[in-house]
């Protein structure tokens, strides 16, 4: 038997035959030890009944109704027409027989679907591959990353028979499929890599993973900031000649580490550093246990946090390593994903619901300037794609900055002493660099505020001047 795809008129014929058939009694031979004789063919009264057609038209009107289930405004929404709603050009059917089935027309798909047949032989990802090229390339159209970017995986859960599965004991979902990111900024995730194994012709190495994550971006200046998985000497030197710096940890046996530095015995905060001749520095810090650090722009410089003196090394990865993490804390909220045998299928709905909604949540924040809450911004997107699908004028409720003259005023009060406060800015700023109790006794005391800001926060002229320069 062939295993050609069949023609459009070979299709329609088929299903012509299918419908034809439907009255025919010899076209499904009963099976044996059944009571298909104990049934008779039903009498053209009953199937002409008042009953049977009203139930039919309501479980009609039960489809035309369907809703999303909320418990918002979102909920009064009905589903887009073109998927709930049969043509309503079409006379109600007289009778469930031949005479109705016969006139149905043909289905015709419209919706492509993928052909397991032209599929290339060691493609895991196959299926999943034009969605993903899709999605990374608005991804990178739209944003341009911060000096710092991150690079780190995370496991998308799955328990499944899988044989790309993997099992990461430090992660909060330990089994499931392991996705490589670059992510930057506040969480937004410029490049996915999913983990495939060993694939044929490839072998998978930390520096692979880099390079292939950073392609769009090397040479431009920015700093990367893993952890110990990734980093070698080798890696920072490819790095620092790319006109890209690296910062990361990195563990006490990798080649070419000078042994000075990694056998050193230190007391808490103690610090032993080493910088080779490619201007890549390796720094030894004791805090609660040993820290091992490789940076590519920093030496031994300490700044104060928190009331200690910490490397501006280790303050600096702290902040850069935040993005990957963020990124997962904000897709974890009203997760979408659900159990599901197909494997592809999770990671489509992950790409899609998950990492894009983040993406648009964090464009959103920057272009407008709103601080709204992720979970809101899911439910006015759903209420705008059921809405635009059912071509409805809605008004949408997410907020919009509005542009305002700030103005800069004294604090009414007979006691000048008591309408004083600490520059928000400034305090904010001695505390990122000194700790709060140097932000408590050091920051500069005012009494003007901005009235137009939220909060109405005091500021001193020169931070007022830097916050509404625009």
Wanted: charged share 30%; net charge positive; with cysteine.
């Amino acid at each position: 038997m062939s295993n050609r795809p069949l023609t459009q008129k070979e299709l329609e014929e088929l299903v012509n035959t299918i419908w034809d058939s439907d009255s025919d009694e010899s076209f499904i031979e009963p099976c044996p030890g059944s009571d298909s004789d104990s049934y008779q063919p039903s009498d053209s009264s009953e199937t002409d009944s008042d009953d049977d057609i009203g139930d039919l038209s309501r479980a009609s009107k039960r489809k035309q109704r369907l809703r999303i289930p909320s418990c918002n405004g979102a909920s009064t929404s009905r589903a887009p027409e073109s998927v709930t709603q049969t043509n309503q050009n079409e006379p109600e059917a007289e009778s469930l027989g031949k005479s109705a089935s016969s006139e149905m027309p043909a289905p015709v798909p419209t919706v492509s679907t993928y052909d397991n047949n032209r599929a290339i032989a060691g493609d895991k990802f196959a299926k999943i591959k034009p969605l993903l090229d899709k999605l990374l390339k608005n991804y990178k159209d739209l944003y341009t990353p911060e000096e710092y970017v991150c690079v780190d995986e995370t496991m998308l859960p799955y328990r499944g028979r899988l044989s790309i599965k993997q099992y990461i004991k430090s992660k909060r979902h330990k089994y499931g499929i392991k996705l490589f990111k670059l992510c930057s900024g506040t969480g937004y995730t410029y490049n996915i890599k999913i983990y495939a194994g060993k694939e044929s012709g490839e072998r998978i190495t930390p520096e692979g993973i880099v390079t292939f994550l950073t392609q769009d971006i090397i040479g431009l200046g920015r700093t990367l900031v893993t952890d110990n998985w990734y980093t070698s000497l080798p890696l920072a030197k490819r790095m620092l000649d790319s006109n890209t710096h690296l910062i990361d940890t990195i563990r006490k046996n990798r080649k070419g580490l000078p042994k000075e530095v990694v056998d050193k015995k230190l007391k808490k905060g103690e610090v032993a550093a080493m910088e080779n001749k490619d201007g890549i520095t390796l720094l030894k810090w004791k805090d609660q246990r040993d820290v091992l650090v490789l940076s590519t722009k920093h030496d031994a410089e300490m700044v104060e946090r928190s009331n200690n003196r910490i490397p501006k090394v280790v303050f600096d990865y702290n902040s850069g390593k935040s993005s990957v993490d963020l990124s997962d804390q904000m897709g974890s909220y009203s997760n979408p994903l659900r159990r599901s045998v197909k494997w592809y299928r999770k990671i489509a709905f992950e790409l899609l619901l998950t990492t894009s909604m983040v993406n648009a949540f964090i464009l959103y924040k920057n272009v407008t300037g709103c601080n709204i809450k992720i979970t809101h911004f899911k439910k006015e997107v759903i209420r705008y794609l059921i809405n635009t699908a059912n071509n409805e004028n809605i008004d949408h409720e997410l907020p919009t900055k509005r542009r305002r003259h700030h103005s800069l005023k004294r604090k009414d009060g007979e006691n000048k002493h008591k309408t004083r406060r600490c520059c928000k800015h400034c305090y904010k700023k001695n505390n990122e660099l000194h700790g709060g109790k140097y932000a408590t006794n050091r920051t500069l005391k005012v009494d003007t505020y901005c009235e137009d800001c939220e909060g109405k926060p005091f500021l001193c002229l020169n931070c007022f001047n830097e916050i509404h320069q625009g």
